[in-house]
């Protein structure tokens, strides 16, 4: 079978004496004084809304700026993990249409985004976890959503390493079994899209903070840039981290605390762990990547910092679980740990759409979950602006849902929600 | 882990107290309408800079006020909240509302 | 001599010829002596092949003997990754080699070479998608190359003893080289405590091997004049083969000794971790033989071990030249000193080598080493002259040789003050990165903060200990003068970067990256370093960038034309050197908590399940017979008299003039009329509406409330209590008394009979003691709380005592209901009581969105109060249609099955709600249960859809509840 699948994309490299590079950020240009579209922000989400703005919408005058490089925040912090089995219709069909995006986005982009279908399982300690896996499982199931309650004989059957002991702190008594749950190099994802948006002439501006944004009578003008001001018919703020501090330039408040989401790898072990497991009550996540590092990380921090400092504590309270779930990783090493700030709205659902100010558009608030969402949400982000109203699918998520007392309550399902 | 000087128990690390997030002092309700009403519930300041915080320093439950650095992560300051707080807060009978 | 390759004394200052120990390596027996790490033992050995690199599979070897490459890494037993050249031989340690296929010599893995041009830099992104099912054919096999150790998974779920210690000092000091012995010292000097924290067997660093004269006596007697200071002060304690891994916020430093972590606390911390050296590049730089001339220095004099026989140096710098003094004490041949520097200053060190002869050939490089028969060993080296930065002539000369030491510069080992957020500035005197502003409390001193001669890294520990010291609150004598000649001149190559035509000319070992790949990645636009290093993966494997990061970003900067200035390595993340998860996970201690009664429970037979922290009973018999249990223990509830322990049960006592006004706010309900000997029900709210907690507040005095909340409620109640309060400044103060109390509740048609054997002081009649009264009296002697409340809906008492004096109340309880036959009923019977009797559970029936209005509790909101947290968002929310309701249910046709727990509600295909609880009531012989259903379902006798297991749908019959004694006759007997 393997001869006919000949990875054969990689034959020029071998027989060409030269290597043909393919750039997937062009070389800076210079900053037009104005486009129709100014994206801040260049991570994932910015860079997928600009493609499907030039590809779905045909809006191809669109500049993204970012303050630092390219996807160098929580795009390239986040532990890529995606999943639909939320606990709200709003979010499964949210995510269940991100995760057909991401099925088919290596073919989309002609670039490998190593999306990798591994199973993932939601392990409940408690009776009340039990409850609510069944719930998620439930709602999962009637949308459509492959999705199970299963138990602990069914679970250690699927996953022979986990720890089924009664004799722990917290014995495993059952699991929500979510088999699409998948992982994929999150850099990719991004740099898949900055190539796609940017052949379609796009333009990303690295290195290139906004320092305010131009609002005349109540309508979003353009920005302000250290390299000069850049007029917008049409402004989108996706800055996961710098949510609200953008925000505030803008003019308007938000139902968002800025709290730091730490996570580490291990030194790389032969693959033996197939699938992502989630403890919910144990504040710990893991899954094992294609370079063989165990990738792991719990709940979000104790307080609230735009920071992305590490702590000891963090790694102290983690494998102290981890180990309770995988006793024989012992031996095994931590290599690197890291933090990135993640917007926690307080139903832990996003706030996506239209603002107080005129073509201004937000994506915000995506709590631990933005890289799962990439696809969609530059996908019905890019509708957002190309109509001015609001997608169908992110319409549950509009702003005034706090004060409306409308709020999609995700929370109850995620105290580590990866 | 940082130390925090807690105004009752004295330096102690971080790990022992529970964040209260933004001090923000709750208007009279029955002067709000639904909507400031909502907004001064929902929305958060979310400063990065320095802010007014509630903490609990979690084995005395004790209550105070710290004033940190979102960016730097420094404590610049901590005090009982009484100091904020002074005075004791009535509500008006809603017979003599309207 | 424990190895062919060993020499004699003096040279082996860490080893103990008297004790050798035997080891394998591979199945093979090797033997080395007391002291000796796996690596020096395998090297005396001429088991030179450690490793098989992460890609080729090329074989590898020493490179810094530090522990600070991946080279070494070994799977010891169920430690994968372990580094060799760190880990001492233990008798009996098995050693196996990592990452390869079929055996370690005959590796098949190493045939990925041969394909090397079909695999650029990121070639897992430019193919295997081709189709779909392409890449679902690849993976799993690209999948099985990554990785190199095995976590053991037969380890039967053990893992060895770690554990934790706090450590506190005044001056932590980092390092215990030079520069470090200095601050360590000038710190106890000036009256602090001090800590000195060594990754060496024994202090001294640099001082134990390298050579800081020609004859190569001033390291060794600076080094032992250090430790003899050292040991005489009390106020130093050295931590030796110890490795602080990070410097966290506050200085909170992680130190790993052993199956130790200490956590210590520093009022300051001088960091004198020293410098790494940097590898040049060069084809096959990654050959076994090739290494930094430190690693030979450090094998020579610590471990008495000949890296080789025939050495050529390539060097930039003084070091080399004493590195090749060393090699030749060793009794190693020179066959040539290599210098990049066209001008070679003649030191002492440059002259004694003219003096033995070896030739020095300036103004070169090495072209490529010569790799010997399966590239296990080199056999020789081409030098030639350099052209121009990193360009060399055509021409070059053949230099036998099987060992090649680098010599040609060092990067700060500034991992611990990146993680403190220091800023770090190209300094271009010394071609390195050099830290620029230091976070408050934290100091550097030695090589790491640029003072590489002995003499400036001396006085720039003993500043940096006194500074370090006065901001620990300790003065010392005047301040030491700082370093004149820091000497970081001419140590670091700005450009020892050679490429060569033909690869193998690596910048990256760990992940065996050669100079083209990260030429093709800057390429394909990732021309910032950052970017490059998550394309290329430069810097992120096992020794995160110790020898790549600086290579990166000078390459990075020559290509795209960046200053150096204006770039900087790639952000260095704790740990510095790898921990392991038993090192941070320790002894792991999970608080629980047990009741007063917790023995009588097991005494019993009860399952014991968990509540937050604590164990309650869940129902009292063997497992087996689980669903008999809770039917007995229900069925003597109603029809005769149980007793359940409640003892987690939170409770709280409010206390002064303003308790009942207090209440009147926490809580939905109105208090300040609230009798005194009277209970009433609480349902707490937070701001936004949402239901949190409920409980019953019984008045025992006019100023004396006693309330009870959710045992895994409580403590969060008892915060948001005080949080108000630190506002309202209310003259109330409250007490969280839950663990003063231990409680039981009795209940059952026969309870009073029961009770009124062992209760004193009270009259329990109908009449005296009604339903919601409350007292306090005496139960067995013990003073006592009863409140008469009733969860399960059948004449009850809770009775409140002392938790001292919770197993006597239980054990008079139990004794006086001999003759009833009472029973002891858990918390699963209770739920179905509870359920027959339609009361909620609070995050069971309700979720963290409920209102008041959607459970259905209106009844519990008292309207005309000024205020109560949550009552202004409760208005708006009675101002929205609803959209679902809790209501109480039975099936409609009786034979359908009871639905599960959180089983859906639907109306059409959308989902409108959910079953919250859902039991078959014993007592009526029918599934009773609450479910959230649509607003305009909520009347009685309406019917709706529940979808249970199998995706079959029954229908849900609205029934008002109390299902059980709709008229509360019962508990109110």
């Known amino acids: 079978m393997l001869p006919a699948l000949l990875p054969y994309k990689l034959l020029p490299y071998g027989f060409r004496r030269k290597y043909k590079p393919q750039r997937f950020i062009p070389k800076q240009k210079e900053l037009k004084s104005s486009y129709d579209v100014v994206i801040i922000g260049g991570g994932g989400h910015a860079l997928a809304c600009a493609y499907y703005l030039a590809r779905d919408h045909g809006i191809t005058d669109v500049c993204i ?110 699991a929500l079994y979510h088999p699409p749950g998948s992982i994929a190099r999150h850099d990719a994802v991004a740099w898949g899209y900055a190539r796609g948006a940017t052949a379609l002439g796009a333009e990303v501006h690295q290195q290139t903070p906004v320092t305010g944004i131009i609002i005349e009578n109540g309508t979003v003008k353009g920005v302000e840039t250290p390299r000069g001001r850049v007029y917008a018919n049409k402004v989108m703020q996706a800055v996961a981290g710098s949510t609200s501090v953008v925000a505030k330039m803008a003019g308007f408040r938000l139902p968002i605390r800025t709290i730091p989401l730490q996570a580490c790898v291990s030194v790389p072990l ?14 710990v996540y893991v899954s094992q990547s294609s370079r063989g590092e165990l990738v792991m990380g719990g709940s979000t921090d104790p307080y609230g910092l735009y920071s992305t400092r590490s702590t000891l504590d963090f790694k102290e309270g983690l494998l102290g679980h981890m180990l309770e779930l995988l006793p024989m990783l012992g031996e095994v090493k931590i290599l690197r740990q890291w933090a990135g700030m993640a917007d926690m709205t307080p139903d832990f659902s996003p706030v996506m759409g239209l603002t107080p100010v005129k073509n201004y558009y937000i994506d915000s608030g995506w709590g631990t979950w933005g890289f799962k969402a990439t696809p969609v949400c530059g996908m019905t982000m890019a509708h957002t602006i190309a109509n001015d109203s609001p997608h169908e699918l992110i319409k549950p998520f509009y702003l005034d849902r706090f004060v409306e007392y409308a709020q999609v309550g995700e929370k109850g399902a995620a105290s580590v929600g990866h | 882990m940082k130390v925090m000087n807690c105004p009752l128990n004295g330096p102690r690390n971080i790990s022992e107290f529970a964040w209260g997030g933004e001090v923000k002092t709750m208007p009279d309700p029955s002067s709000l309408d639904d909507r400031a009403w909502g907004d001064w519930l929902f929305l958060e300041n979310n400063e990065a800079g320095v802010v007014h915080e509630w903490w609990c320093h979690v084995p005395t439950s004790f209550w105070f006020i710290a004033e940190r650095n979102t960016v730097t992560d420094e404590i610049l300051k901590t005090y009982p909240a009484g100091e904020l707080f002074k005075d004791r807060v009535n509500f008006a009978p809603k017979a003599e509302k309207k | 001599m424990a190895g062919m390759n060993r020499l004699p004394a003096p040279f082996g200052i860490w080893i103990d010829r008297t004790q050798r120990i035997s080891f394998t390596f591979e199945g093979r027996q090797i033997e080395g002596f007391a002291g000796d790490n796996i690596a020096s033992a395998l090297l005396a050995n001429g088991q030179t092949m450690i490793s098989r690199s992460f890609k080729y599979h090329r074989p590898r070897s020493v490179l810094t003997m530090a522990g600070q490459d991946s080279n070494t890494l070994v799977q010891v037993g169920d430690e994968p990754n372990c580094l060799a050249d760190k880990r001492r031989i233990e008798p009996g340690l098995k050693v196996e080699a990592q990452n390869y296929v079929g055996s370690f010599d005959d590796d098949k893995g190493r045939f990925t070479e041969l394909v090397e041009r079909f695999l650029p830099v990121g070639f897992y992104y430019k ?12 993976e799993p096999i690209i999948r099985a190359m990554a990785g190199l150790g095995k976590a053991d998974l037969k380890a039967d779920f053990h893992h060895s003893y770690y554990d934790k210690q706090y450590l506190f000092a005044d001056v932590a000091v980092i390092g215990g080289g030079p520069a470090g012995m200095a601050a360590a010292l000038s710190a106890a000097d000036s009256g602090a405590e001090v800590i000195l924290v060594d990754e060496g067997a024994e202090p001294g660093g640099s001082l134990n091997y390298a050579r800081f004269n020609v004859d190569g006596t001033h390291g060794s007697l600076t080094c032992k004049e250090l430790s003899v200071a050292i040991r005489t002060k009390r106020n130093i304690r050295v931590l030796s083969e110890a490795v602080c891994t990070g410097l966290f916020a506050d200085n909170w430093l992680p130190v790993i000794q052993g199956n130790r972590l200490y956590k210590l606390r520093a009022k300051s911390v001088v960091v004198a971790t020293g410098s790494i050296e940097q590898p040049a590049v060069f084809r096959n730089n990654d050959l076994p033989g090739i290494m930094f001339a430190s690693a030979a220095q450090r094998l020579v004099r610590l471990y008495a071990v000949k890296p080789g026989n025939r050495a050529v140096i390539l060097a930039a710098n003084d070091d080399g030249y004493g590195a090749a003094l060393e090699m030749l004490d060793a009794g190693i041949a020179v066959t040539a000193i290599v210098d990049l520097r066209v001008d070679v200053p003649m030191t002492e060190m440059a002259q004694a080598m003219r003096r033995a002869g070896v030739e020095i050939i300036a103004g070169h490089a090495i072209r490529e080493a010569i ?93 940096a200990g006194w500074l370090a010291a006065r901001d620990a609150g300790h003065s010392g004598a005047a301040e030491p003068p700082a370093p004149t000649d820091l000497g970081s001149g001419g140590v670091t190559h700005p450009w020892p970067i050679f490429p060569h035509e033909k690869g193998m000319d690596f910048v990256d070992f760990d992940e065996d990256l050669k100079y083209k790949d990260l030429i093709n990645g800057i390429a394909d636009g990732f021309d910032n370093v950052e970017l490059l290093k998550r394309y290329s993966t430069v810097g992120m494997g096992p020794s995160q960038g110790k020898h790549s990061a600086v290579a990166a970003v000078r390459i990075v900067a020559r290509e795209t034309g960046e200053s150096l200035h204006r770039m900087s390595v790639t952000t260095q993340r704790p740990p510095y050197t790898p921990e392991k998860f038993g090192h941070m996970a320790g002894r792991v201690f999970e608080p629980e908590r047990r009741t007063a009664m917790h023995h009588r429970h097991l005494e019993l037979g009860a399952q014991m399940m968990p509540a937050g922290l604590w164990w309650r009973p869940a129902y009292y018999g063997p497992k087996s017979e689980r669903d008999r249990a809770i039917r007995e223990e229900v069925s003597a509830v109603r029809n005769n008299v149980g007793l359940i322990d409640v003892s987690t049960l939170g409770g709280l006592d409010v206390r002064g003039p303003d308790a009942a006004e207090f209440l009147n706010r926490m809580y939905t309900f109105a208090y300040a009329k609230q009798q005194i000997g009277r209970c009433r029900y609480v349902l707490m709210t937070d701001n936004a509406g949402v239901v949190t907690d409920d409980g019953v507040a019984v008045r025992f005095h006019d100023e004396h409330f006693y309330v009870t909340a959710t045992t895994s409620g409580v403590d969060a109640v008892y915060r948001q209590m005080l949080w108000w309060n630190a506002q309202w400044r209310l003259d109330v103060d409250v007490a969280n008394v839950t663990a003063a109390y231990a409680g039981v509740n009795i209940a059952g048609p026969k309870s009073r009979e029961v009770l009124k054997r062992v209760c004193e002081g009270v009259d329990l009649s109908g009449q005296a003691f009604p339903y919601m009264g409350a007292a306090m009296a005496e139960v067995a002697g013990i003073p006592a709380r009863i409140m008469r409340v009733g969860f399960v809906g059948e004449l009850g008492y809770e009775v409140h005592v002392p938790a001292s004096q919770g197993e006597a109340l239980w054990d008079a309880l139990m004794a ?79 034979s359908d099955p009871c639905p599960e727990e959180c089983h859906l509600v639907l109306k059409g295909e959308e989902i409108v709600g959910r079953v919250t609880s859902a039991v078959h009531s014993p007592s009526l012989n029918k599934v009773v249960g609450l479910a959230y259903v649509h607003p305009s379902d909520v009347e009685p006798g309406k019917q709706f859809d529940i979808k249970v297991d199998g995706g079959k749908r029954i229908k849900g019959l609205v029934t008002k509840y109390p299902f059980y004694d709709p008229d509360n006759k019962r508990q109110e007997m």
């Open chain 3, 816 to 894: 006086a209901g001999g003759l009833e036959s009472m029973r002891p009923f858990g918390v699963e019977a209770q739920r179905v009581l509870r359920l027959e009797k339609g009361h909620i559970i609070v995050s069971q029936d309700t979720d963290g969105l409920t209102s008041v209005w959607e459970a259905d509790m209106a009844w519990a909101v008292a309207k005309t109060k000024p205020f109560f947290v949550g009552g202004r968002s409760a208005e708006i929310q009675a101002k929205k249609p609803l959209t679902r309701k809790l209501v109480g249910f039975t099936l409609a046709n009786a």
């Open chain 3, 371 to 463: 790799a010997g028969p399966g590239k296990i060993r080199i056999t020789g080296a081409i030098a030639a002259p350099i052209a121009g930065d990193g360009k060399l002539t055509d021409s070059g000369r053949s230099l036998e040789c099987d060992l090649i030491l680098m010599a040609v510069g060092y990067s700060p080992a500034a991992q611990l003050l990146h993680h403190a957020g220091t800023k770090f500035a190209y300094d271009t005197g010394s071609h390195m990165y050099r830290p620029d502003s230091l976070p408050a409390h934290v100091f550097a001193a030695g090589s790491v903060n640029q003072a590489y001669a002995l003499d400036a890294a001396l006085a720039d520990g003993r500043r």
């Open chain 3, 127 to 138: 193919s295997f998608h081709e189709q779909k099912k392409s890449w679902r054919a690849w």
């Open chain 1, 270 to 283: 032969k693959p033996f762990l197939d699938q992502i497991i989630v403890s919910g009550s144990l504040h």
């Open chain 1, 65 to 174: 700026l970012e303050k630092g490089y390219l996807a160098g925040g929580n795009t390239a912090r986040n532990t890529a993990i995606i999943r639909s089995n939320y606990l709200t219709p709003e979010g499964v069909r949210f995510y269940e249409q991100s995760l057909k995006l991401y099925r088919d986005l290596s073919q989309d982009f002609d670039f490998n985004i190593l999306y990798s279908e591994r199973g993932h399982f939601t392990l409940a300690h408690t009776d009340a976890a039990v409850r609510t896996s069944r719930w998620r499982a439930e709602v999962n199931k009637q949308l459509g959503v492959d999705s199970e309650l299963i138990y602990p004989d069914e679970i250690h059957r699927l996953c022979p390493h986990l720890n089924m002991s009664d004799h722990v702190r917290y014995p495993i008594l059952g």
